[in-house]
Every structure is written in structure tokens, then in C-alpha cells.
């Protein structure tokens, strides 16, 4: 029931993808295509379940996605330009980012190991309401769920640039901008009076700062979604094993540095690797989305890493610790832990041991709460290669700030079997079974299974 938080779920999410490469005459074109069908046959509330309503015999979410579905024109000109058309992901420094258009990949120079590749695409944004819907993962923070009747939604244009030259100097940069269009306004952004209360009927007026956050989406029928700048440049100094790298976010919707980011790597010795990574984010959200009205929390995190290789007889160990720091306006909290991994393998056979936590420092328990946990495997690679098979068991443990961290309460344990074989040349198959039981997720199964097939 629903006043005590307890939702009976039998969901399942089956996933088909597949491609068929080097088609045409002179096998210059590829269609690779990834459907999923996502349903639930549980008991669940939805999102416009009434208030007080029975709990609903089955939840009735039935999803059919396609998550890309592309076609691509390998050296559509000359050998400098390949096509891409339909359904795809574009990843860039600003994102994972899914629409319906074309790409244009230009490969305008390349020399040995240096080059120079220009990407121009224009599309459509793929939302929850678009035809055969999105992958949730791919959407912005903020995107409604239902935003119009029209299955176009709006329009995306972007670019994105990469250059390596000196063999060592790494170079990028991208931009995109994302229009809305809307059946009516955005009425919280139109004229609008007070819905209840002593002062009902009369007029609603925005403060200086909610009238700036609202002008920044059209309270049109036409509104600017997302209008991002990123960069990002690398350097490398193989001879005393540095690598340093940085990176960076503007929106340029509310004119503000939205990621940073700085990377020192070291190598010092062939088997040693020190990390150190420190980084800025704030809360990115669409245009229009109501988060903007309010204190987004933007966070400062730090991390440093090592990892040594063959340490001791075929051991690997790799350590981390990271401090992260939350404000607010009014207060600062923040998290801070270690992790540790211990690796061992003798030819087929592998084990490892693992322990990670994260602490709140400051005034009150962060954004996730404080966290415990710890496990350990094994696996074991059978019959010349082509069969894998592998479990882990782990445990973890939660606090918040009206209950801390206690192991002994609201703790969980997963166990967790797996297997990837080679049935034939042409098909593999993999499953995966876990099992979560105790503390608040008692009850907790969850099963992959994949088949994937090559034919040449």
C-alpha cells in the first residue's frame, strides 16, 4: 500500500539490437538499430493515479522505444565525408544527447596519428511523447512528460570539432542549441493571477529574479529549450609519463559556468598511476522546467586516485579517495571517503576484494546520505576461452540524517551469479542473476540475459 511505501513490481525490459554492416555495391553503408519493450506486471500508481485511488491491477506501462535506428553513408564524398540519417546518440563534451536527423562527420585532415573531424547535425529531439518515446537515461533534467500533441517537438542544431596535433595536443569543441514548439504558452510564464487563498483573483507578480529565470524561456508557442558552448584540451608528456587535461561547460541560457574541469595523470614507473581530478557542476536543467525557479545545489568534488600493477605475486590494487562539497546558499555539507580494490589472477582464474564509504562533513548529512559497503568475487574462465563464469556477494549500508548510518539496520545483501559462454563462431550469450534480500529492498530479483549473433 501506498502509506507504506511497499510497490509489488514485476517489471520486465526486453532489448532487441542488431545491424548489418558493408551493404551496397561498394559496402559503404551500415543500419544499426536498438528497440526496447519496457512493461510492468505489478501493482504500481502511476503519475496520474488519483489521490487516494486503489491500488491499480497492473501498472500499465507498456513502452516501445527505439532508442537509435541509423543508417550510415561511409564516404559519401570523396573520403572526407560520411553520413549519418534517423535515430542516433551524439556524445560530445557537453553530453549524451538523442535525436531524429541527420549527421554530417567531416574528416577534414589527418596525418599519421593527427587530425582534424567536424560534426554537424540537426534534428529533432527525441521526448517521452515522441514517436516510439526515449530512453529515460538520455533525457534532461526537468523534461516534462507529456509536452504536446505534435510527435515533432522541436529543433536541435549542434556542432562539435576535434583536433590532435603534435601527436601529443588534444583539441575540442562543441555547441548546441535546442527550440521547443508548443499547441499554446506556457501559461506560469503568461499573465496569470493567484489561484487560492486570502489573495485569490488578484494579480500574480514575479520578483526581479523569477522574471529573469523566466525570460530566459519564451512564454510562446516557441521556446528556447538549451543553448550550450563546451571545450575541452588535453596534453600529454609521454617521456615523464604526465598527462593533463581540462574542460568546461557554458550555458549559455543563464549566461553561467555550468562544468569545469581540471586532470593531472602521472606515470612515473610502468606499473604505477597517480590520478588527480577536481571538478565543478551545477544542476543543468530545460529551459522551461520549474527547477530553475529554485536553489539548484552545485558541487565541488575532488579525487585522487593510484593504481599499482604487480604488486606482489599477479596482484593488482587500486585506491581512491574523494571529497565533495554541496552549497546550498545557506549552509555547506559535504561527503568525503576512500575506496580500495585488491586484484588477483592466475590465468584463468581471478579474485577480488572491495570496500568503498562516503562521510558527511559539515553542518548535516549531504545529497544521498552516508554510505558503507564491501564485497568480494571470483572467476573463472573454462574450456579454452569460451566459457566464463563468475558470482560476487556484496553488502552495503545507508544513513541519512534522520537515520544514521547503522550496519545493523537497513543494511542490504546481494548475491550474484553470472555466465558468458561462446556457443558457436557466430553467437555468444551472457546471463546475469542477482538476488537482493534484508534491510528495505527485501525481495529484490533481477535477471540479463543476451544472445548476440555475427553472420558475415
Do not use: C
Not at 486503489?54 to 527505439?66: L, S
Not at 516557441?222 to 543553448?227: F, K, N, P, R
Not at 563464469?389 to 552495503?396: F, M, P, T, Y
Amino acid at each position: 500500500p501506498r502509506d507504506r511505501g511497499v510497490e509489488a513490481r514485476e517489471r520486465s525490459g526486453p532489448e532487441v539490437a542488431g545491424g548489418a554492416y558493408q551493404l551496397g555495391p561498394d559496402g559503404q553503408f551500415d543500419v544499426i538499430a536498438s528497440v526496447r519493450y519496457d512493461t510492468d506486471f505489478g501493482t504500481g500508481f502511476r503519475a496520474d493515479t488519483p489521490f487516494g485511488a486503489p491500488i491499480p491491477a497492473v501498472d500499465g506501462r507498456h513502452d516501445v522505444d527505439i532508442l537509435f535506428l541509423h543508417l550510415d553513408w561511409r564516404n559519401m564524398i570523396g573520403r572526407e565525408f560520411d553520413l549519418r540519417v534517423g535515430r542516433q546518440v551524439h556524445v560530445d563534451d557537453l553530453d549524451f544527447f538523442i535525436f531524429d536527423g541527420l549527421k554530417l562527420i567531416g574528416h577534414l585532415w589527418r596525418e599519421g596519428r593527427n587530425h582534424f573531424d567536424l560534426d554537424l547535425f540537426a534534428g529533432s529531439p527525441v521526448r517521452f511523447d515522441a514517436v516510439f518515446g526515449s530512453t529515460e537515461a538520455l533525457l534532461g533534467d526537468g523534461t516534462e512528460v507529456y509536452d504536446g500533441e505534435t510527435p515533432f517537438g522541436g529543433m536541435a542544431l549542434g556542432a562539435s570539432a576535434f583536433l590532435r596535433v603534435a601527436s601529443h595536443l588534444t583539441l575540442s569543441a562543441s555547441w548546441r542549441n535546442e527550440v521547443v514548439f508548443r499547441e499554446d504558452e506556457i501559461v506560469g510564464f503568461g499573465p496569470t493571477v493567484v489561484a487560492s487563498g486570502p489573495q485569490a483573483g488578484t494579480p500574480f507578480v514575479l520578483g526581479p529574479d523569477l522574471r529573469r529565470e523566466a525570460a530566459l524561456a519564451s512564454a510562446e508557442t516557441v521556446g528556447l529549450q538549451v543553448s550550450l558552448l563546451g571545450a575541452s584540451i588535453g596534453f600529454e608528456l609521454p617521456s615523464i609519463g604526465v598527462a593533463l587535461s581540462a574542460g568546461g561547460v557554458v550555458d549559455l541560457l543563464a549566461v553561467r559556468l555550468d562544468q569545469a574541469r581540471l586532470g593531472l595523470t602521472w606515470s612515473p614507473q610502468p606499473n604505477l598511476r597517480l590520478e588527480l581530478e577536481g571538478f565543478r557542476l551545477r544542476p543543468r536543467f530545460v529551459g522551461d522546467s520549474i527547477f530553475n525557479w529554485f536553489a539548484a545545489f552545485p558541487y565541488d568534488r575532488a579525487q585522487f586516485g593510484v593504481t599499482v600493477e604487480d604488486f606482489g605475486p599477479r596482484l593488482r590494487l587500486r585506491g581512491h579517495w574523494f571529497a565533495q562539497r554541496f552549497t546550498d546558499g545557506d549552509q555547506d555539507d559535504g561527503l568525503h571517503g576512500p575506496s580500495l580494490r585488491l586484484e588477483w589472477r592466475e590465468r584463468t582464474v581471478g579474485l577480488h576484494v572491495f570496500s568503498e564509504g562516503g562521510f558527511h562533513f559539515g553542518e548535516a548529512t549531504a545529497i544521498g546520505g552516508d554510505w558503507l559497503s564491501a564485497g568480494a568475487g571470483a572467476d573463472v574462465t573454462l574450456l579454452g576461452g569460451r566459457l566464463r563464469l563468475d558470482g560476487r556477494v556484496s553488502w552495503a549500508a545507508v544513513g541519512t540524517e534522520d537515520r544514521g548510518l547503522d550496519p545493523s539496520e537497513g543494511a542490504t545483501t546481494t548475491l550474484a551469479v553470472g555466465a558468458q559462454g561462446e556457443l558457436t563462431h557466430w553467437l555468444r550469450a551472457q546471463t546475469y542473476y542477482a538476488h537482493t534480500f534484508q534491510g528495505l529492498v527485501d525481495g529484490q530479483h533481477r535477471l540479463f540475459v543476451e544472445l548476440a549473433a555475427r553472420y558475415r
